[in-house]
């Protein structure tokens, strides 16, 4: 996704090892929900008309435009911990959510971490994840 900014807006031309470096603050939005069009629109909309470090740019728009965390995680969190402390409040079962999801993104999604996972691996010289 971050290798693909520079057809959105040529400034935003990013090289591998700066995709592969921004690439885990990505996967910090798409764990919080969002999509793969949301980051993109985050990272593009209402650019200034200089650019002088691409790279500077979209990792301060990933950090600062950063998308809560999913409120059901920190309800099943919370729970934990009371549990873990001896709590003698009742257990209180996970709240359920539907989720509607596009066609394909969730397969989009794992294919990117582990492609993600892969070229880091080989850039580091580590063995490839299985």
Do not use: F
């Given at each position: 996704?971050?290798?693909?900014?520079?057809?959105?807006?040529?400034?935003?031309?990013l090289g591998a090892a700066e995709a592969l470096r921004l690439a885990?603050?990505?996967?910090?939005?798409?764990?919080?929900?969002?999509?793969?069009?949301?980051?993109?629109?985050?990272?593009?909309?209402?650019?200034?008309?200089?650019?002088?470090?691409?790279?500077?740019?979209?990792?301060?728009?990933?950090?600062?435009?950063?998308?809560?965390?999913?409120?059901?995680?920190?309800?099943?969190?919370?729970?934990?911990?009371?549990?873990?402390?001896?709590?003698?409040?009742?257990?209180?079962?996970?709240?359920?959510?539907?989720?509607?999801?596009?066609?394909?993104?969730?397969?989009?999604?794992?294919?990117?971490?582990?492609?993600?996972?892969?070229?880091?691996?080989?850039?580091?010289?580590?063995?490839?994840?299985?």
């Amino acid at each position: 996704m971050l290798g693909s900014l520079g057809r959105t807006d040529p400034r935003l031309a990013l090289g591998a090892a700066e995709a592969l470096r921004l690439a885990p603050l990505v996967e910090e939005w798409w764990a919080a929900g969002a999509s793969s069009a949301q980051v993109r629109a985050a990272l593009t909309q209402g650019l200034p008309p200089r650019l002088h470090s691409p790279r500077a740019l979209v990792e301060n728009r990933l950090c600062r435009k950063r998308p809560a965390p999913p409120a059901d995680e920190a309800v099943g969190s919370e729970a934990g911990a009371g549990a873990a402390a001896g709590s003698t409040a009742p257990t209180v079962a996970p709240v359920t959510t539907v989720e509607i999801r596009k066609p394909g993104a969730p397969g989009y999604r794992e294919a990117a971490r582990r492609g993600g996972a892969l070229a880091r691996a080989l850039l580091q010289g580590r063995a490839l994840p299985a």
